[in-house]
């Protein structure tokens, strides 16, 4: 089954950071436009971060600054790196398309950040 496999979470004090994977499969990361999105416990999935086929990048305020999303066309895979980590960005982390493919979702990477 084609699916994105994301990896690199884990559990972090606050101030951390984390570096987050997506190897992608099915399609390529060069040629889309590519997102992480995220959802929290009780919370609807929103995307924190795009990177277009282009190269442009954008992130959601909550996340901006923070933040680093990338992509290496070799290894079809993109990243997210997580700096300054808030209890808040406590979610499971995944990557699709952006705009989402219907059902190119993998299983996410849980992402706890506590003290």
């Known amino acids: 089954q084609v699916q994105p496999v994301e990896s690199g979470g884990g559990l972090v004090q606050p101030g951390g950071s984390l570096r987050l994977s997506c190897a992608a499969s099915g399609i390529s990361v060069s040629s889309n436009d590519m997102g992480w999105y995220r959802q929290a416990p009780g919370k609807q999935r929103e995307l924190v971060a795009s990177i277009t086929s282009g190269g442009s990048t954008n992130y959601a305020d909550s996340v901006k600054g923070r933040f680093t999303i990338s992509r290496d066309s070799a290894k079809n895979t993109v990243y997210l790196q997580m700096n300054s980590l808030k209890i808040e960005d406590t979610a499971v982390y995944y990557c699709?398309?952006?705009?989402?493919?219907?059902?190119?979702w993998g299983r996410g990477t849980q992402v706890t950040v506590s003290s």
């Open positions: 699709n398309r952006n705009p989402i493919l219907r059902g190119y």
